[in-house]
């Protein structure tokens, strides 16, 4: 379990009970602190992975077979794993039917990539519907959108994506990876806006893909910081 995060100066709110899904191994320390940080309410946060508790073997057996589109996580060792979103969608709608909401007051899908909504009791903050939310409502109609992907096939798969009124293109590049961050950049700077479509890149991405092309970019651990603090803070 997370830590709770208190802000000193919110001493009169009471502690909130957040339930964090992600489609890899948990803890995600890598991920989980960065997004709490960016939101000032006294939380208290378990964490659930749809890879908690599988052997090695298991985890290979879960890569994408034919037909089938991927997404990329993180192990508990910190090793990157690709696996099948259609079958890791069904291991994350499994994990939300099974939450007691006496027990939470929000649930987190924290993964983008996963185009469809979940069944649950609980109030929710769908990472890629956030996303969806957070393009139209910064866009103006007719803007072209840029979307950067973590993994080159991404771009075909998730070729059919849309948002109304918008027209997007797609490019790729590893978090982290200067060379393949800047090459993005640069095939997206007629752009409008660039997003970064994965909760797995940084600040350090946004800002170096922002200088690079002159444009703003839009970061998923900022855009789910921000649902989380409008569902629960008093008045949101």
Known sequence: MTPPVDDPSLP?????????LTVGQTPRSDLLPDILAQVSLPLEVQEFGALDGLSAAQIAALAPA?????LITRLRDGRDVIVSRQRMAERLEALCRNLDPQRFDLLIVLSTGLFRDFDSRCPTVNAQRAMDAAIGAVSAAGQTVGVV?????????????SVPGLSLRF????????????QAADALRDCDMLVLNSVGYVDADRVLVAQRSGRP???ARRVVA???GLLLHPGG
């Open 12 to 20: 009169h709110l009471p502690r909130r009970r957040v339930a964090s």
């Open 66 to 70: 034919e037909g089938e589109s991927c």
């Open 149 to 161: 992907y973590p993994l080159r096939r991404q771009v075909d798969e998730n070729a059919d994506y």
């Open 171 to 182: 490019s790729h590049a590893d978090s982290g990876n200067t060379v393949e961050l800047l």
């Open 217 to 219: 970019v839009i970061l």
């Open 226 to 228: 921000g649902a989380i």
